[in-house]
């Protein structure tokens, strides 16, 4: 069973059109969740980590939320430079690995 | 400042054959972390160094493996090489415990034939 699950796994925007990826995990004990951003051929590019249900952290048209199952990052007026696959990962107490999700794949056309 | 380097870009191997991918981290980080990311699969976490010890390692076999040494870069090694290796190989590294998050480097791409 995948501890981390991201929905959906595409979604294609048209430019302005605002929208929401869903990040759902079972931990036992969550030390931190993290956003990234992943171009194609390139590493993944960190963008926030979230600690505790109820936090929420922005970045230009990105706005990252957190409850005790699941976390969300909603994209407002995108462009199509936002183009990319943003990817989820939990840090669970008993570790410093992140465990990954697969990932959403962010297609915004003009 | 210089982000986290790896090096090669690309190797081609051929199966059987060993592989060695390095890695060195930003200037202060001494945790490193390696993951595999293969097509459809996502990011599978593969080992951890932290002060030159291996501290964790995910669930891969024993032909993965690798060393941290003392200025804190690191190599992994892939031994008999299967088709199914090819992948790209991220190395990340941090401060110690790293809670506030890995920063990537761009990765070797591996390709098994």
């Known amino acids: 069973e995948d501890q981390v699950t991201q929905s959906p796994e595409a979604l294609r925007l048209q430019e302005g059109e605002s929208s929401s990826l869903n990040c759902s995990y079972t931990v036992s004990g969550l030390r931190g969740l993290f956003w990234y951003r992943q171009d194609p051929g390139k590493g993944p590019e960190f963008l926030f980590t979230?600690?505790?249900a109820g936090e929420e952290k922005e970045k230009e048209r990105l706005k990252a939320t957190l409850t005790k199952k699941e976390s969300f990052l909603h994209i407002t007026a995108p462009k199509p430079e936002d183009s990319a696959t943003y990817l989820c990962a939990v840090q669970e107490y008993s570790g410093y690995a992140l465990n990954f999700g697969k990932g959403t794949s962010l297609l915004v056309t003009p | 400042e210089a982000g986290v380097t790896q090096s090669p870009t690309h190797l081609i191997k051929t199966r059987g054959q060993q592989a060695t991918l390095r890695c060195s981290p930003i200037s202060g980080h001494t945790s490193v972390y390696w993951y595999q990311q293969a097509l459809g699969l996502g990011l599978q976490f593969l080992l951890w160094y932290d002060e030159g010890e291996e501290r964790n390692r995910g669930n891969f076999p024993p032909r993965f493996s690798g060393r941290q040494f003392p200025n804190y870069s690191s190599e992994l090694n892939v031994n008999a090489l299967e088709l199914e290796d090819s992948a790209l190989y991220l190395c990340a590294s941090s401060l110690p415990r790293g809670a506030i998050g890995y920063t990537f480097g761009s990765g070797t791409r591996l390709t098994v034939v």
């Open positions: 979230l600690y505790s």
